[in-house]
């Protein structure tokens, strides 16, 4: 009976995770999704940007504290449909989580890592509600690791979307800064 | 039919996952384990140690490319656990992969990003194999991303063992340097 209960819980757990998707508020307006630090996670970097002067979300607020961390994940199904296919599904969503930086240059511990959550950004691949099929989400609300509950798309004459739609290498997707898709591509 | 046969992939999917934990050849020889980056992501770091010297694997071997980026993923399992304990369970393993790092300083493309794969170190919680509790394994053969099969621990007096245990915050594990783990503790 206990089994019965076990394979019972592991195909709710299945089902909940195949189904993570993006979750909207009328036609446009993104729920913040509640799981993303449980995708697959695809890279990291700091202070990452196409811009010719970086816009102030890849800096740290405070100084001496150098460029963000940037975390990367992925929907766990759109991962494995890349995997198969090299292909983003519709529903494919990628988070973007920010975090300062704390650099430590003492004669017994060196190097730098990630110390506060600062922000939150959330890109959502639906053709049949957005024009370019992607959209770009921002759930930061200035006060660190408090996000907002939702959230409406930056509009399509939004930097982001042409910066995405002209430097990224996969679909609006940076895979060239991802080594974790990179490798997972089908050759 | 399908949907079936959907549910029993989704049962065999969860059950996979579940049941993901070290796999060792005799006592305690450690099999690579096949599907870490699907595993939960806790931290990133760039070339950090504790060493008054840091060890050269924290460094990019070409001159010019700077620290290391280090990331760390924890078993799912164990992730869940200590969800609701804020303890490690026996069977926990935390992965660390290396990853060189490129830093761009362009008119129009600035930052640092994860370039290619360059090593792995794992650790495993198992009181019965090893004194202490936990291991440390490195499956890094200096060839970049062709990691080693298996690997044998470190010896009970290397100095992983100990810094762990004199300076890694819950249970040799670095919390401290993980924001994921740090937010994800039960308070």
């Known amino acids: 009976m206990a089994n019965i209960a076990k394979i019972f819980l592991l195909v709710w757990l299945a089902?909940?995770?195949q189904s993570a998707g993006p979750i909207f508020e009328?036609?446009?307006?993104?729920?913040r999704p509640n799981n993303?630090?449980?995708?697959?996670f695809v890279g990291s970097s700091r202070g990452l940007s196409y811009a010719a002067n970086p816009p102030a979300q890849s800096q740290a607020p405070a100084s001496g504290m150098g460029e963000m961390y940037h975390n990367v994940y992925i929907t766990p199904?759109?991962?494995r449909e890349f995997t198969r296919?090299?292909?983003?599904?519709?529903g494919t969503m990628l988070a973007m989580e920010l975090l300062s930086a704390d650099t430590k240059?003492?004669?017994?511990?060196?190097?730098?890592?990630?110390k506060e959550f600062m922000g939150l950004?959330?890109?959502v691949k639906d053709s049949s509600r957005f024009t370019g099929g992607w959209a770009y989400f921002n759930f930061s609300d200035g006060r660190g690791a408090s996000y907002k509950d939702?959230?409406?798309?930056?509009?399509a004459s939004a930097g982001c979307v042409s910066c995405h739609k002209q430097n990224a290498e996969t679909d609006n997707v940076f895979t060239q800064f991802y080594p974790v898709l990179r490798a997972a591509k089908p050759k």
């Open 15 to 17: 089902a909940a995770q």
């Open 26 to 31: 009328g036609k446009t307006t993104l729920l």
């Open 85 to 90: 296919t090299g292909k983003f599904p519709e």
């Open 36 to 40: 993303y630090r449980e995708w697959i």
């Open 105 to 114: 240059r003492e004669p017994g511990l060196q190097g730098s890592y990630e």
């Open 77 to 79: 199904d759109a991962y």
């Open 150 to 155: 939702k959230a409406e798309p930056f509009p």
């Open 121 to 123: 950004e959330v890109s």
